[in-house]
């Protein structure tokens, strides 16, 4: 368990800024890596959401992206492979008022800690995950991983990966996910905005991140997250907005057979024709989610879902307050012991 706050814990928390969630420690990734974006902005976040910094932990596994324990001025524990959320739902339950993050990858979070992955979303813990999604295992250099794209050549796939990658926005709404979002590192301003939009839903906060590795995957976003091809290939989720993409705005997404179909805004279509988001609706939330996954649609990024439900932590804990109310404090050793029990003389 890392303990690094290296500073006093009495700053009011109106006057914290993101040096005070920064650590004395070099940030050792490789230059140009995506997870520099991620953590500044993480960093730039926590001042402004008025908790103070001893309320907040940071949890992750195993991986490039789980040494956020290390940087983040704050309480953080540092798993083991894939084990991050089981360790955060505990600290969670044992500590309610503890914003609790998880910094995981799809290495770490979709393969030795799927299964963690899909129960904590379904129980709806009250934790903030951030999946750094790059594609690959790059800590142990380069093996595929569950979102690596078929027929990727890697160091254990030489001759192209056969599985199908998962869809992690997908996996997290069949999951039972109450807040599921998609940013990209290399887009901070619109990073920031999902970031905090995660960390003041209550319940499961699920936002996948595109985060570049330089060494191994360099350019695998390209085609949705650079300039010069973000227009054409990208579109930006807003709640109550139409979904419309292009450079010149002139493209937009309708349903057509209960399937998205991009058209052409003109004489056919007008803007009125295209879909309305809507964060409230999860069947719509799910078709969206699969853009560009199986079709030559623009990939979606922005928040797909959004609805409040009470959370696990939140329901354990008054289960235990009312057990306590009608039948008093637990004792131990009578519950040990029992009745129905005889001694060997």
Known sequence: MTNIIDKPTTIPVGELTAKDFKTQLDVRWCAGCGDYSVLAQLQKLMPTLGIPRENFCVVSGIGCSSRFPYYV????????????????SGIKIANPNLSVWVITGDGDGMAIGGNHFIHAIRRNMDLK????????????????????????????SPFGVLDYPFNPVSLALGSGATF???SSASNPKHLSYVMERAAKHKGISFVEIYSNCVIFTDGAF??????????????????????VYGQNRDKGIIIDDLQPKSVKIGEQYTEADLIKYNEKNLALAQMIATMSYDNDLPRPFGVFYDIEKPSYNELVNKQI????????RGDVNKLLLGDDYWEIK
Request: proline share 4%; hydrophobic share 35%.
């Open 73 to 88: 001025n704050v309480y953080g524990f540092h798993t083991m492979h894939g084990r991050a959320l089981p360790v955060a």
């Open 129 to 156: 995950i951030l999946l750094l999604n790059n594609q690959i295992y790059s800590m142990t250099k380069g093996q595929y991983s569950p979102t690596s794209p078929q027929f990727a050549k890697t160091k254990s």
């Open 180 to 182: 599921a979002a998609r």
């Open 222 to 243: 390209e085609k949705w997250t650079d300039k010069h091809f973000v227009d054409e290939n990208s579109i930006f989720l807003e709640d109550g907005k139409t979904l």
């Open 321 to 328: 307050e009312d057990i306590i109310n009608r039948s008093g």
